[in-house]
């Protein structure tokens, strides 16, 4: 099993930002792809940002493009999120989630997730 645990959310005014972290225990694979996903309210969960385990590979939503930055550091297992910008529209509750193999923007493709960590922006 793998554990996944954010941290970093928070309340914050339109045009602040925010580090999420993501941080990952227990059995951990060889090599695993890491992705944040986000939902909104009144809306399904969504692709934010996904990093493969070499980090050199990055994959953004469209909304995250420019304003949002995956980073990894595998020695602390640790993922984060850089959130610039902030929009109110960008309130939700934010996941990371975690795979065995290439990272990627599809949810289901996913065997771990952590609880979430809330951002809220306000207006």
């Known amino acids: 099993q793998v554990q996944l645990v954010e941290s970093g959310g928070g309340l914050v005014q339109a045009g602040d930002s925010l580090e999420l972290t993501c ?3 227990g059995r951990t694979y060889s090599s695993w ?3 944040w996903f986000r939902q909104t309210p009144g809306n399904e969960r ?3 940002a ?5 980090g050199l590979t990055t994959y953004y939503n469209t909304f995250a493009k420019g304003r949002f ?3 990894r550091d595998n020695a602390k ?3 984060y999120l850089q959130m610039n910008g902030l929009k109110p529209e960008d309130t939700g509750v934010y996941y990371c989630a975690a795979q065995d193999g290439a990272a990627s923007m599809k949810a289901d493709d996913y065997h771990y997730w952590g609880q979430g960590t809330q951002v809220t922006v306000s207006s």
Not at 50 to 54: G, L, M
């Open 23 to 25: 941080v990952l225990s």
């Open 33 to 35: 792809g890491v992705g």
């Open 46 to 48: 969504e692709f934010v």
């Open 50 to 54: 996904a990093i493969r385990y070499s």
């Open 69 to 71: 930055t995956i980073s």
């Open 77 to 79: 297992n640790t993922v």
